[in-house]
């Protein structure tokens, strides 16, 4: 990527030909080439923590009595420093995920495979969630992170959305609920500007940084501390006491959405 504020930005590929823009929005996740040229914090920090994620058809399930039939529901299942949580996903589905500290996110064996060993002790229902999950549809991600910051691009023409600009533990759920926050705030401060006015673009650019870091940075910190919290030797109570703060940063921040024009 090369910036000359007299030309539009060059974006650099390996095997495809330049690109050029006159606004760059590093929506990249949270490995951001991007951001490692506005920010410059090196790579992500792995959290100890690894995920296994999947769905499965009711009619696969239709000898388990699922807990939450009745409409829409969640269940949390704690122990051991895991959890494992199930919840009704429409369309006759239920969507599934299952957290384990893990010392290193490389793994030799499948997704499949994993997830059936670290919770081979748990209930029947998980289990047989596990078992019942196409394997090769099972996702194994490692939890990563980045420290919160105050600036996200250079300052001029170039910045950060999504997990580039703040990577979130999944405790919260809150991934792609802040994602389109930033794109919708983003949006709105970009409407009736002209983009080759950077002066213009500049200003936008830092009233959208300043909006939604005012709003994320609270909930990566909180999502961090609950995520803690979940594989805690005292899990459980510590779940408990975290819950209802989790919900009340959760109503502060999102509810109503924390959208500019609004």
């Known amino acids: 990527?090369?910036?000359r504020p007299d030309a539009p930005i060059c974006l650099k590929f390996r095997d495809q030909a330049d690109q050029w823009a006159r606004i760059l929005v590093g929506a990249?996740?949270?490995?951001s080439v991007v951001r490692n040229k506005t920010v410059g914090d090196g790579p992500p920090l792995y959290t100890g923590t690894m995920t296994w994620r999947g769905i499965v058809h009711r009619e696969q399930l239709e000898l388990l009595e699922i807990p939450f039939s009745e409409g829409a529901g969640f269940q949390l299942v704690v122990g051991d420093q895991k959890n494992f949580w199930m919840m009704d996903a429409g369309s006759d589905q239920i969507a599934w995920g299952g957290t384990a500290p893990q010392d290193s996110s490389e793994t030799s064996e499948s997704a499949f495979k994993t997830a059936l060993l670290v919770?081979?002790?748990w209930p029947s229902i998980v289990q047989t969630m596990i078992q019942t999950t196409d394997p090769l549809s099972i996702i194994e991600t490692g939890v990563f992170g980045r420290k919160p910051v105050s600036q996200w691009g250079d300052g001029?023409?170039?910045t950060l959305l999504g997990d580039a600009a703040h990577p979130i533990r999944p405790s919260l759920g809150l991934g792609t609920t802040l994602a389109l926050q930033d794109a919708v705030t983003l949006a709105a401060m970009l409407d009736g500007v002209q983009l080759t006015d950077i002066a213009s673009v500049s200003a936008a650019l830092t009233r959208y940084?300043?909006?939604?870091?005012?709003?994320?940075?609270p909930l990566?910190?909180?999502?961090?501390?609950?995520g803690l919290a979940s594989h805690a030797d005292d899990q459980a109570d510590r779940l408990k006491m975290g819950f209802e703060a989790a919900?009340?940063?959760r109503r502060k921040y999102l509810s109503p959405l924390a959208?500019?024009?609004q």
């Open 1 to 3: 990527m090369t910036d």
């Open 28 to 31: 990249d996740g949270y490995r």
């Open 119 to 121: 919770f081979k002790d």
């Open 156 to 158: 001029q023409r170039v």
């Open 209 to 217: 940084e300043q909006k939604r870091i005012e709003i994320t940075t």
């Open 220 to 226: 990566q910190q909180k999502a961090s501390e609950q």
């Open 247 to 249: 919900l009340a940063s």
């Open 259 to 261: 959208l500019p024009f």
